[in-house]
């Protein structure tokens, strides 16, 4: 089995962030895993995606031009990224920011969350919309445990922000209840 996903947004909606959790994740469940992150030049609103290879075999090379997933934050990210996702790809959307109606493709499996109305109204914080997508793709693709993930969160949460774990717990749980698994 392997994975490649491409999540992607703009800077601050912790891109690279669930794509660090997920790898490591992926590693702890031994798995080989690559994480290649990329930002632009701007700090907060610049465009931020990362790539994440899971895999039972050895993985030969970093990069991905199509991407059997996606996980998409922004519109631009959509735009960008959609036309390279595999026929037959999961492609999961924070529709509370990206308009399904701009996925023109029907060979892909398209699952929205309105993760920023989500996080803002259930979980407390807009800042968690990221973690509720990465739950729903946990649950959707199966690719590692969401328990191993939940498990993972004190290895990119340094100590400073030890206390918004809980948050984190719950915008993963529910997503992943979106996605249907009910944690």
Not at 106 to 128: H, P, Y
Not at 139 to 145: E, K, P
């Given at each position: 089995?392997?994975?490649?996903?491409?999540?992607?947004g703009?800077?601050?909606?912790?891109?690279?962030?669930?794509?660090?959790?997920?790898?490591?994740t992926?590693?702890?469940?031994?798995?080989?895993v690559?994480?290649?992150?990329?930002?632009?030049?701007e700090?907060r609103g610049g465009t931020a995606?990362?790539?994440?290879?899971?895999?039972?075999?050895e993985?030969?090379?970093?990069?991905?031009?199509?991407?059997?997933?996606?996980?998409?934050?922004?519109?631009?990210?959509?735009?960008?990224?959609?036309?390279?996702?595999?026929?037959?790809?999961?492609?999961v959307?924070?529709?509370s920011?990206?308009?399904?109606?701009?996925?023109d493709?029907?060979?892909?499996?398209?699952?929205?969350?309105?993760?920023d109305?989500?996080?803002?109204n259930?979980i407390?914080?807009?800042?968690?919309?990221?973690?509720?997508?990465?739950?729903?793709?946990?649950?959707l693709?199966?690719?590692?445990?969401l328990?191993t993930?939940?498990?993972?969160?004190p290895k990119?949460?340094?100590?400073?922000y030890e206390?918004?774990i809980?948050?984190?717990?719950?915008?993963?749980?529910e997503?992943?209840?979106?996605?249907?698994?009910?944690?």
């Amino acid at each position: 089995m392997t994975k490649d996903i491409i999540m992607a947004g703009f800077g601050g909606q912790g891109i690279l962030m669930i794509g660090n959790l997920l790898a490591l994740t992926a590693m702890e469940e031994g798995k080989n895993v690559t994480y290649l992150p990329s930002y632009g030049v701007e700090m907060r609103g610049g465009t931020a995606n990362c790539t994440v290879i899971i895999s039972d075999e050895e993985i030969g090379s970093p990069v991905v031009w199509r991407p059997g997933s996606l996980v998409i934050m922004n519109g631009p990210s959509l735009e960008r990224f959609l036309p390279n996702l595999q026929p037959g790809g999961e492609l999961v959307i924070n529709s509370s920011l990206v308009d399904a109606r701009k996925v023109d493709r029907t060979d892909v499996r398209l699952f929205q969350v309105a993760a920023d109305e989500i996080a803002r109204n259930k979980i407390g914080s807009r800042q968690m919309a990221s973690m509720i997508a990465l739950g729903a793709y946990v649950a959707l693709s199966g690719v590692v445990g969401l328990e191993t993930l939940i498990g993972c969160l004190p290895k990119v949460i340094s100590k400073k922000y030890e206390r918004f774990i809980p948050l984190n717990v719950n915008a993963l749980k529910e997503g992943a209840a979106l996605a249907g698994i009910h944690a």
